[in-house]
């Protein structure tokens, strides 16, 4: 597998692939290194500072033996059809640039630098992130569309929320196994950054999200008056103890009435099973008198 690897990585000499190895396993495969010479080892930093280099934004969270590196590998062969962009690898952990990530990539920013907060940098034109909640919501907010590539959980469903809104495209991480995973990312990169509805929709929805009637803070503020100024509201309690019967309460007749539902279920059940038995069964002996019947005669 190691030396199909290697081979695929040669094919592309203009690229320039950093592959993330310890000591160890540098020493062991030396002479493998040295047959690409558009591959370089490099002793990165932790795990999640690494995962989130090669992925763009993919959040400390994800586990990075789970992205194997015929999936990481097109995320850097995408930028050199983009000659004209400039690209800058983000730590989503620490939110410091990864330097010397490449030594002959000019698109890839090599200049130590640190964004407070990375999607409302002015000259931001695309957010590769899992979507995460957090991910999405900046986004949103910074009026950033973003390439949703979703590896668990909640990002799923907030990735179908931001294409269904047009704040973004979704790319199936599943289809970087293939052959053509490069194309895919490129696709979407080319949509993204040339379609304008992309960019107008998300500053659509950034300017929704910003000219809210209420924000969050005014809403707090003005809860805390009210409450404040009234104290107990007892008319905003849900029924209790004193309203309701210890019966009620606890939900006995709710429990009692599902206990009941499901015996009959099962009785009705065991009922057509038994029956349902008998007539194979009979059957069954029925052929068997009907053949000692002809025999017989």
């Known amino acids: 597998m190691m030396k199909s690897i290697m081979g695929a990585f040669?094919?592309?000499p203009k690229i320039h692939f950093i592959w993330k190895v310890d000591n160890v396993t540098v020493n062991n495969n030396l002479k493998m290194f040295e047959s690409a010479p558009n591959v370089h080892n490099f002793e990165w930093f932790r795990q999640p500072a690494i995962l989130v280099g090669l992925f763009?934004?993919?959040g400390a969270e994800t586990i990075a033996k789970k992205l194997i590196l015929r999936r990481a590998s097109p995320f850097i062969l995408i930028f050199?059809?983009?000659s004209r962009q400039n690209w800058t690898l983000l730590s989503n952990k620490s939110r410091t640039i990864l330097m010397n990530i490449t030594r002959s990539q000019p698109r890839i920013s090599r200049t130590p630098c640190i964004f407070i907060f990375f999607p409302e940098h002015p000259n931001t034109r695309a957010f590769i992130t899992h979507c995460g909640q957090n991910s999405l919501t900046e986004s949103a907010r910074a009026g950033v569309p973003i390439i949703g590539i979703p590896l668990f959980g909640d990002?799923?469903?907030?990735?179908?929320v931001g294409e269904t809104?047009?704040?973004g495209v979704q790319v199936d991480?599943?289809?970087?196994?293939r052959g053509n995973g490069e194309n895919v990312l490129v696709e979407a990169l080319e949509k993204i950054l040339y379609q304008p509805k992309y960019q107008q929709n998300a500053k659509i929805i950034s300017k929704k999200?910003?000219?809210?009637p209420f924000s969050p803070t005014e809403r707090l503020v003005k809860w805390v008056e009210f409450a404040a100024e009234f104290g107990d509201l007892p008319e905003l309690n849900l029924p209790g103890e004193k309203e309701m019967n210890w019966f009620v309460y606890y939900s006995l007749d709710v429990i009692l009435f599902s206990i009941i539902v499901l015996v009959i279920l099962f009785w009705v059940a065991f009922k057509c099973f038994k029956w349902i038995l008998?007539?194979?069964i009979n059957s069954w002996f029925t052929k068997i008198r009907e053949k000692e019947e002809r025999k017989q005669k």
Not at 173 to 177: G, M, P, T
């Open 278 to 280: 008998f007539l194979i």
């Open 155 to 160: 990002q799923f469903y907030n990735c179908i």
């Open 80 to 82: 050199h059809p983009f």
């Open 56 to 58: 763009w934004i993919m």
């Open 173 to 177: 991480i599943s289809h970087l196994k």
């Open 10 to 12: 040669r094919r592309f």
């Open 165 to 167: 809104r047009g704040l």
């Open 209 to 212: 999200l910003k000219l809210t």
